[in-house]
């Protein structure tokens, strides 16, 4: 994604939080190896799991969505570590063999 393409996903998330939804946002904030996508990668997710965006290009969105929700219930930050290493990647399926790690903050 280009920085106009991330550009628009912030956007999203400040109309999705003017319209009243709660929204959480999902940052890649560090990679090794080979990653889906690179640091500052964002993805938002409302209340009702939409989402726009992507940290992983697919492989991990689901367990980032699932956190999302639980920040937005919560309002605890969540810093997310997947890689091939470790047993939740395969579940979630990042194979790819590297290491994504991923902040997921709600959006106030």
Do not use: N
């Amino acid at each position: 994604m280009s920085t106009a393409e991330e550009a628009d996903i912030l956007e999203t998330a400040v109309r999705w939080r003017r319209e009243g939804r709660r929204v959480a946002l999902a940052t890649v904030v560090s990679t090794w190896g080979s990653a889906p996508r690179p640091p500052g990668a964002h993805l938002v997710v409302d209340e009702k799991g939409r989402m726009a965006g992507s940290v992983s290009g697919g492989c991990i969105e689901g367990a980032v969505v699932q956190a999302a929700l639980e920040v937005m219930r919560d309002g605890t930050p969540r810093l997310l570590e997947f890689g091939v290493s470790d047993e939740r990647a395969w579940e979630v399926g990042l194979a790819c063999g590297g290491r994504v790690t991923v902040w997921v903050e709600a959006v106030t």
